[in-house]
């Protein structure tokens, strides 16, 4: 995430959009590591996410950073934080399509590696949920075996990424009221 200075901001255009997508080669393939890059920028929807005249953007790999390259590496050492730096380059390369002076404009930036994924979120190789090709295989609702007990997040339909959980836990609650209810309450609640 990338704060920017409030003086910085002038010369970025009004209608900056949320979400871009930087593919770098097309031959490559969309799984190719380093190849595609996803951009949010959430305050140019919802200013309360960053500080008055700044905005927080988020680049990252769709789960194509191979995790071999970090496995077994001390997150203290030099070796670690030159990988770091070495591979957050194609992120900054990325953003810089959207805003050209973004390393000028960055006041903090947080770097996270398969190693980050893994120790803070608690993920398998430091991945971003299930990987399931389109074609071999889909996604589970929001049902379980067990009564009472329902899911939603990354690895229930339709996926990873933050506008698939949130459909999923839409979907959960609609599993759970009939959207008669749901429309039955907005309106009481006048929207």
Same mark, same amino acid.
């Given at each position: 995430?990338?704060?920017?200075?409030?003086? %910085?901001?002038?010369?970025?255009?009004? !209608?900056?959009?949320?979400?871009? #997508?930087?593919?770098?080669?097309?031959?490559? =393939? $969309?799984?190719?590591?380093?190849?595609?890059?996803? #951009?949010?920028?959430?305050?140019?929807?919802?200013?309360?996410?960053?500080?008055? *005249?700044?905005?927080?953007?988020?680049?990252?790999?769709?789960?194509?950073?191979?995790?071999?390259?970090?496995? =077994?590496?001390?997150?203290?050492?030099?070796?670690?934080?030159?990988?770091?730096?070495?591979?957050?380059? $194609? &992120?900054?390369?990325?953003?810089?399509?959207?805003?050209?002076? /973004?390393?000028?404009?960055?006041?903090?930036?947080? $770097? *996270?590696?398969?190693?980050?994924?893994?120790?803070? &979120?608690?993920?398998?190789?430091?991945?971003?949920?299930?990987?399931?090709?389109?074609?071999?295989? %889909?996604?589970?609702?929001?049902?379980?075996? #067990?009564?009472? %007990?329902?899911?939603?997040?990354?690895?229930?339909?339709? *996926? #990873?990424?933050?506008?698939? $959980?949130?459909?999923?836990?839409? /979907?959960?609650?609609?599993?759970?009221?009939?959207?008669?209810?749901? %429309?039955?309450?907005? !309106?009481?609640? *006048?929207?």
């Amino acid at each position: 995430m990338e704060m920017l200075r409030p003086s %910085l901001l002038a010369g970025l255009p009004d !209608d900056l959009e949320l979400h871009h #997508i930087v593919v770098n080669s097309w031959d490559q =393939g $969309v799984d190719a590591p380093q190849n595609v890059v996803l #951009i949010s920028i959430a305050s140019v929807k919802d200013p309360s996410l960053a500080p008055e *005249g700044k905005h927080c953007l988020h680049a990252y790999l769709p789960a194509t950073e191979p995790y071999e390259l970090w496995k =077994g590496l001390d997150r203290k050492s030099p070796e670690y934080q030159a990988l770091k730096e070495q591979r957050s380059q $194609v &992120l900054w390369r990325a953003v810089e399509k959207v805003i050209p002076d /973004i390393r000028q404009r960055a006041e903090m930036s947080f $770097v *996270g590696t398969p190693l980050t994924q893994e120790r803070y &979120l608690r993920r398998s190789r430091g991945t971003y949920g299930p990987a399931i090709k389109a074609g071999e295989g %889909l996604f589970p609702g929001p049902a379980t075996p #067990i009564k009472g %007990l329902y899911c939603c997040g990354d690895s229930t339909f339709p *996926g #990873i990424g933050l506008p698939a $959980v949130a459909a999923s836990g839409a /979907i959960c609650a609609n599993t759970l009221v009939p959207l008669s209810q749901h %429309l039955a309450l907005l !309106d009481e609640l *006048g929207l």
